[in-house]
Structure formats: C-alpha cells, structure tokens
C-alpha cells in the first residue's frame, strides 16, 4: 500500500512539474496581439508620438532604431538599456558603445506617458522600443513587420557586457559573424541587418582610421569624409558623417550600393564587401531592394526574439529610466 501511495505520489510531483514547464513556454513565447485587449490602442498611441518626433528630426528614427539594437545585443530585448545611472546603480547608457552617442530616450518617455495615460501599468519599456523601432523604420520608408510583444522590463543592466557584446565599428567580418552568431543570428542576418546604416550618422571619432589609413576605400569618398573629420585624435572627434552617403534619411539598399562602390563609412561597413564570404550578400541585396527588405524584416523579428523577459519575470515599469 505505502508502495503505491508513493509511485502516486511521484506521478502526482512530475505531473505538475510538466504542467508547469507548459506554463513557462507558452508564457515565454512572445506574440503579435498580447496587449488585443489589455491596450486596444497600443501601436497607434507609439506610432502617433514616434512619427511627431521623426517629422521633426528625421535622425531620431535611426536613434530609436539603434537603441533597441543595442538593447537586445545586451542580455536580450529587455529594455536595460533605458536604466539611466542614479547613486549606487550602474546602467549602460555610458558603456563606450554608448557613451555620448545613444539618443531617443526622450521620445520612449514621451511615448511610455501616453501608453500610461492610456493603460496604466500594462505594457512594458522593452516592447515599446521594439515597436518604435519598427515605426521608426517604416516612417523613413523601410519595410513594415508584425511586432511581437509580451517582453518584460529588466530591473537590472550591465555595463560590462554593453561594452563587450555590442558589435563594434572597428570589427572584422569574423569578429561580426561570431558576434551576431552568439545571440543566435546567421551571418545573412548580420548583413541584413548592417542595411540599417542606410540611415543615421556616426562620429569622427569612429570613422577616422578608416578615411586615412585604409586602402580598400573610394579616393573621393575619403577627401570628402576627411574634410569634416581632422586626422588629429582628439579634434573633430564629435562630427558627424551620414552612414549613406546617398540618403541618410532614407531607409533603402544605397548602403549596400556604397558597399560595392567602396564607400562604407565604418571599417565594419566595408568589412561587409572586402572579398570575403558575405560579398554575394551585399552585391544580391545593392541589386534587389526586394530581397534586403524582406530579409531586414525578418532578421529584426529574430532579433526581438533574444532572451526576453516573460511570464513573472522582471517587472513593468512606470517610468523608463528607473526599476520601480
């Protein structure tokens, strides 16, 4: 008898135990209509404040656009990177990738005051910003996707792994494929979603090498780049270059065009087209704008998919910029 009762017992304890592991996947798969009826009004309350602000300042779409970057290359899509430094917690708005240069943070305020106002407590940091970004991009003419949501706020943040993780603009081909492979992107995502330079600027400071020293560039490109960006470290390092010099404020395939003509801005831009396994990426993709929107649309989906907070895990924030 007492055998039974403890064969029961145990059949009982896995029983739950399964039921709960079926619990945690379906809470921790993210879906396009989470927020259907706990905030009808979700995408078009973002999309109204993101396109006021990129009417006004057309840069600010590639902002946003890095920022949810940036955000899910750091422990995953989970809004840590909106923590702004106070007394006794360090965040990752100043980690070198970040320093000086990540901007919006202001308009995901704005847009976080107007979800609040209409479905208090409801929707997280993180999922606007992945909404944003896709806005963002779609305002400047890119392609459109369906968001996935149901994130949860981080309560903490690393700068340590902001400054180890984040790609950067000194990189090589392998340095950028192992990168992106470590948070579970193909190195045709990584080439898709490089297209993001199409849009917003870089500084000097991270371009100046390459318009001097290297070889493998256009000889009219670098005098025009050099003209902003003195050869000095330390002067001019501010200055901003569009990262297509065609269209800065478009969101297109000229960046890949650049690429084939030698015209990257960053090392890692032309690290992209420099005889090496992606060149048939980039030439494909400078030939069908077809082809890179789809596959920009898709990478970024995939990319919202890393490691986000689900289910009872973290929180969801008030205020952006602080845990509650």
């Not at 330390?234 to 297109?252: E, I, Q, R």
């Amino acid at each position: 008898m007492a055998s039974n009762q403890l064969i029961a017992i145990l059949v009982l304890v896995v029983t739950l135990v399964f039921q709960s592991d079926n619990i945690n996947v379906v809470e921790a798969q993210l879906t396009t209509n989470f927020y259907s009826t706990s905030c009808p009004n979700l995408l078009s309350t973002v999309q109204s404040t993101v396109k006021s602000a990129v009417n006004s300042q057309p840069r600010i779409g590639a902002s946003i656009l890095r920022l949810f970057f940036h955000d899910c290359f750091v422990n995953g899509c989970d809004g840590s990177i909106l923590l702004d430094d106070i007394s006794g917690f360090t965040g990752e708005q100043n980690a070198n990738p970040n320093r000086n240069t990540a901007r919006g943070f202001n308009v995901i305020d704005n847009i976080k005051t107007a979800v609040e106002n209409a479905c208090p407590g409801v929707v997280s940091c993180a999922d606007i910003l992945a909404i944003a970004a896709r806005d963002s991009v779609v305002l400047l003419g890119g392609p459109n996707w369906n968001v996935k949501v149901g994130r949860r706020d981080a309560r903490t943040a690393s700068q340590a792994a902001a400054n180890n993780n984040i790609p950067a603009p000194t990189f090589s081909l392998s340095q950028l494929i192992s990168s992106f492979s470590a948070v579970g992107l193909s190195t045709r995502d990584m080439v898709a979603l490089s297209g993001a330079h199409t849009i917003g600027q870089s500084s000097c400071r991270n371009f100046r090498t390459r318009v001097y020293n290297e070889t493998n560039i256009n000889a009219a490109f670098a005098t025009l780049r050099q003209r902003s960006c003195p050869s000095t470290a330390g002067s001019g390092d501010g200055n901003l270059a569009p990262l297509d010099v065609n269209s800065a404020t478009s969101f297109d395939n000229s960046y890949f065009k650049n690429l084939v003509a030698q015209r990257g801005l960053l090392h890692s831009d032309q690290e992209l087209f420099n005889g090496g396994s992606t060149d048939s990426i980039v030439r494909g993709y400078s030939t069908n704008p077809s082809s890179f929107s789809s596959d920009f649309a898709a990478a970024m989906i995939k990319m919202g998919d890393i490691s986000p907070l689900t289910g009872s895990s973290g929180e969801i924030r008030k205020v952006c910029g602080r845990t509650n």
